[in-house]
């Protein structure tokens, strides 16, 4: 069955491409399969291959040499020298500088320094005034008008009680792991010249609250960052305990929220009624991880490339080992939160990345033994090629983004009169170059990826003879090299 519609879909792909009478195209649109636009980047590819995980261990190291990174630390005047967040900022801050000088200062190096008031309220994590600091370098891309992206982890650590800032909290999965993440990225894509930017960051204050996160997210609000796109690494460390058997090194989970956070009434309505739930930005982006990752890594044995004609891309030559995504449809895991929150909390899609499966005898625990049970969030515990290929997942993506065309704007299905077709339109982003084209993906409801789609070339408007009550929709710009922007949902329009 499966490969019988396989072989009708690629056929319809080519015969699309031809001048077609209306029956004919009828039956092209039925069976359209994914057109074969995309392609990996080799200058991405040579990029993933300068990912270093000995770079990853040194990173993470150094940033556990701080004793603890407790945001509470900041305030601290009886702490060795040497020791606590201060002196880990200050770090992150010379590391992102030694990048930028290896690319002719290509890095602008920034930190974001504010005081939280503190609270004596019930369950306040901040109690007294004190001084946090964001450390971020931005990538400036060539064109003004082309989108942003940003990566993010957090350098702040806890012990098991989170107000106390002297106990030794290495947090080398949580999360170094992830500010790691931001470090190797810049290294690996500093030296590339793309049309757009990108921002490598490391946040204070998520065990406090989220507290940097959301200080920085309100600036890039502010600042009208058009930001499409923000990857939240936290604890991507890949655990490994002895006698652990369930652990899977070639998987990472990656979270996005359904309706976003920020939605008004009027559009969580509109979401609810357009059974849309699933095509949330952030889930776009999340897709787009999805897509993407096939590209540039092996398939695994448990996901062998798909035989699907979307995922045509699978005779692609792949130079990096077996890892692969697993789209987590909710916000994040129970009873946790993370910094892509505070993100989308301002109308960003952001997603978090976060290890196959978690110990949490290795995390937020005070360094001790217990009944032969060693509790801690130890260096020994962390692989450091697994963080090496979360750090490849992570710039593939940033690269892919800044290189492609913006997002289609205004993206909407015609709904003037009750029929079994589909016309959607859509604007030109504000970064749309010569050459971009448009392509239209669907899927049926059940789906999580994107299993049809249809080129429409340059214009800016598609008929389609496929029942937009059946499928869901999205038209996403692509350039001619391959590069492509998140799908867009569209909304209804009469
Ligand atoms: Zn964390």
Redesign the pocket.
Known sequence: MKSARTCIAAAAWVFSMSVVGPAQAAAADMAASLPPLTKPDPTIQAALTRISPDNIQADIAKLVSFGTRSTLSSMDTDLPAGQGINAAADWIESAFKAISAQCGGCLEVKRDTFEEPGSTARGARIARPTKLTNVYAILHGAEKTAPWVLVTG?YDSRATDVMDSHAGSPGAN??ASGVAVSLESARALSSMKLPGTIVFVAVAG??QGLNGSKHLAHIAKEEGWPLEAVLNN??VGGDTTPGDTLQDKSAVRVFSESVPSSATPEEQKQYLALGAENDSPSRQLARTIAELAPMYFKPTEQHPPPATPGMMRSHLVRLIPAFHPVLILRRDRYLRG?DHTSFNGEGFAAVRFTEWRENFDHQHQTLRTENGTEYGDLLKFVDFSYVANVARMNSATLATLASAPGEPQHVQVLTRALDNNTELTWEASAFAPRGTMYEVVWREPTETLWTHGRSAGAALSLKLNVSKDNVLFGVRAVDPAGHFSPAVAPVPAR
């Open positions: 957090h949580d999360d998520e065990e936290d604890i993370g």
